[in-house]
């Protein structure tokens, strides 16, 4: 029988797929969403929801005790564009949320946790260019430090207390059926839904900004795998790089523009180009091939194609 999952940050962009997954696979039951707000009405239909916030600790034990939740999946976060415009409070919410359900299971109320780290762990001195597991870190944005003071938090978790926390560092993420929220990839979503509805955007990094993107299927698949993994096969229990596909956001334009000839880019670059020039172009993700046979299936063209031929029915 299925042990119940709760998803804290649920109506976020990875949150609302994943609960959508997971409801699938488990069932809706067996899977709680929760978040600070409430999300998009096919979500809020989907199975049982909760009203919580990640940084209420007795809150989350509350939905703990009464749903007899096994496994946390812990979505909620501050941002990296956001998170530079609001440092402290990106801080404790990215802390204290994690510390809550870390402590949770060391407590042994929960059995697993899934936390995501980010490539916004790696810094300005980290090799840019098929960035290994092991490196020079010193990430240079809040999200960033947060992100990477998280993974050690997760590795002393694991091997001093044995908590079964599991964590991969996502690149950026497309979806269409949830905006994304606040990062320094946010553009290769609205290129998107702009190339759409007016067959132009303003790109907010410049042209040759080469950076490690997913598309959003490929992260779900990623995570589950992950979370369904004989604890003996894992040899990162900090997080492991997780890599697909690497582009600028010319070759974006050109692959939209295969497919709507007219589509018009211009470049204005702005605080996020900052960030994103401090962050690697590809990803050496071996390690996760390796323990849990990772393997991407979607590139830029597959995400193209997925991507408007999905908005165009829902615009
Ligand atoms: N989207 C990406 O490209 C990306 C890349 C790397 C890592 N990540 C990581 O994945 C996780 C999910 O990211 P996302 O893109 O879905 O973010 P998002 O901003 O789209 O969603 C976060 C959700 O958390 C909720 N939230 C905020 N404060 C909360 C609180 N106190 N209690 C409960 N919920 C709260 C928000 O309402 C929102 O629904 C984050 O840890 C993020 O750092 C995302």
């Known amino acids: 029988m299925q042990k119940p999952i709760l998803i804290l940050g649920a109506c976020g962009q990875i949150g609302t797929e994943l609960t959508f997954e997971l409801r699938a696979k488990y069932g809706s039951e067996n899977v709680i969403a929760s978040d600070i707000r409430e999300g998009s009405e096919v979500l809020m239909n989907s199975g049982p929801f909760e009203l919580l916030d990640a940084t209420n600790y007795e809150a989350i034990e509350d939905v703990v005790m009464h749903y007899e939740i096994d496994e946390v999946f812990l979505m909620a976060a501050m941002l990296s564009a956001t998170a530079e415009k609001f440092p402290m409070r990106a801080w404790n919410l990215n802390m204290n949320s994690l510390f809550n359900v870390l402590n949770l299971a060391k407590e042994r109320k929960i059995n697993k946790v899934f936390w995501p780290s980010s490539i916004a762990v790696f810094g300005p001195n980290t090799p840019k260019k ?186």
Not at 132 to 142: A, L
Not at 180 to 188: K, S
Not at 280 to 293: G, K, L, T, Y
Request: hydrophobic letters at 35%; proline letters at 6%.
């Open 130 to 315: 098929n960035t290994p597991q092991n490196t020079i870190m010193e990430p240079s944005t809040v999200y960033g430090i947060s992100k990477q003071a998280g993974e050690r938090w997760c590795e002393y978790y694991f091997k001093k207390f044995g908590v079964d926390v599991r964590s991969v560092r996502y690149p950026g993420l497309i979806s269409w059926k949830t905006m994304p929220g606040g990062g320094t990839t946010d553009y290769a979503v609205e290129i998107y839904h702009e190339a759409l509805k007016s067959g132009k955007y303003q790109c907010f990094l410049d042209k040759d900004t080469k950076l490690p993107m997913m598309f959003m299927d490929d992260a779900i698949t990623a995570t589950m795998s992950l979370m369904e993994s004989k604890p003996e096969k894992l040899s990162v229990r900090s997080s492991y790089n997780l890599g697909s596909m690497s582009f600028t956001p010319k070759e974006m334009a050109k692959s939209i523009q295969k497919n709507i000839p007219d589509f018009k880019i211009t470049y204005a670059p702005d605080f996020r180009q900052q960030i994103a020039d401090s962050w690697p172009s590809s990803i050496d993700d071996s390690a996760a091939a390796h323990d849990w046979n990772w393997k991407p299936k979607f590139d830029l063209e597959t995400t193209t194609k997925e991507m408007l031929g999905n908005l165009k029915q829902a615009l």
